[in-house]
């Protein structure tokens, strides 16, 4: 999904990333379906049950409870 906005400014023309400015979540979440365990990144308002795994179960995911800072 592309969500690019471009406006003029002082005639440069500058592209912003909207996404970049939605408040999204960083943690490490394992499948319990299938144990894979990879760090999501998501809009803070993602629920766990709607995640899927890279291996295409939808609804075992649940956080290791480690959060991780992007810096
Ligand atoms: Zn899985």
Redesign the pocket.
Known sequence: MMLRKTYKCNQERKVIDISDFMPHKVSEVI?I??G?RWIAIRPENTLLEDME?P?H?IG?VIETGEELDEG
């Open positions: 499948c379906k299938c894979k795994c291996n179960h075992f």
